[in-house]
Nanobody, 114 residues
Framework: VQLQAFGGGLVQAGGSLRVSCAAS????????IGWYRQAPGKQRELVAA???????NYADSVKGRFQISRDNAKNTAYLQMNSLKPEDTAVYYC?????????WGQGTQVTVSS
């Protein structure tokens, strides 16, 4: 599976942004998908995950503000981010949320200004 995240950008604090992740290959629809982020000087962290059936989980830091979804027909996952904070600034990636990761694809930069 090859992954490519896109849709990031610069947004003011309190604003919203939706990032997308397009995947190639037939394995996307039968796997759970997660959104990760990596801020400068920090480890990559998992912030949201969605099962193949649509059940979702979120890190405490984004709960109530972010929403993960998926469209298996399009092999695409989405992360809707609302009430953004400067601490949400990071490069965002998608991948499997547990087990062996697929190869990390291109992430997308999200920058939140105060």
């Amino acid at each position: 599976v090859q992954l490519q995240a896109f849709g990031g950008g610069l947004v003011q604090a309190g604003g919203s942004l939706r990032v997308s992740c397009a995947a190639s290959g037939s394995s996307f629809s039968v796997n759970a998908i997660g959104w990760y982020r990596q801020a400068p000087g920090k480890q990559r962290e998992l912030v949201a995950a969605i099962s193949r059936g649509g059940s979702t989980n979120y890190a405490d830091s984004v709960k109530g503000r972010f929403q993960i979804s998926r469209d298996n027909a399009k092999n695409t996952a989405y992360l809707q981010m609302n009430s953004l904070k400067p601490e949400d600034t990071a490069v965002y990636y998608c991948n499997r949320p547990f087990g062996v990761n697929w190869s990390w694809g291109q992430g997308t930069q999200v920058t939140v200004s105060s």
